[in-house]
């Protein structure tokens, strides 16, 4: 009977950390249109930078968000315009355009949207992420970021939203 209700619990365990996943959030911006994205996760991090990214859509678009930390005065990051390259487990890269820089939380938090180009989805979906070519204009944000966190988080998340675009 204690190996049942053990196994019960490790089930219960798992299947709740699986649907923790897929916890999609969602949220109306000022020109009306609804995204939906996840919690970021930490992808680097020492004592003085990190770096956090998640996976937005609109439902038809898929970005990759990126929140740097610390990051350029608003003046600064406005600035960026640079493309994003995502280097995979695969051992092929992916470059992302620019999308926009927003400031948001009365200017606590600053995010670098990078669209992801339709032919790449599959390879996000299948491949963990490795290593991002960042180039922020005018910061100190010139520089790879070797991944050591939470590497699968961005197939994790994008897989969640297909499977979810899948289900309808």
């Known amino acids: ?36 994205y996840f919690d970021p996760a930490v992808f680097y991090t020492t004592k003085s930078k990190s770096l956090k990214i998640n996976i937005v859509t609109d439902k038809e678009h898929y970005f990759i968000a990126l929140q740097p930390i610390p990051f350029p005065s608003k003046k600064e990051g406005k600035k960026i315009n640079d493309d994003l390259i995502i280097h995979l487990a695969d051992q092929k890269s992916c470059k992302l355009s620019h999308y926009d820089t927003q400031y948001m939380r009365n200017d606590s938090i600053m995010q670098v949207l990078y669209l992801m180009d339709d032919k790449d989805v599959e390879a996000f979906s299948k491949f963990e992420a490795v290593l991002a070519e960042i180039n922020m204009k005018g910061t100190e944000f010139v520089r790879d970021y070797k991944f050591k966190l939470h590497k699968e988080a ?8 297909l499977k979810k675009e899948e289900e309808k």
């Open 1 to 36: 009977m204690k190996k049942i209700s053990f196994l019960v619990v490790i089930l219960l365990v798992i299947s709740s950390k699986i649907l923790a996943q897929c916890d999609v959030k969602n949220k109306l911006l000022a020109d009306g249109t609804m995204v939906y």
């Open 154 to 161: 961005i197939k994790e998340q994008l897989n969640c939203f």
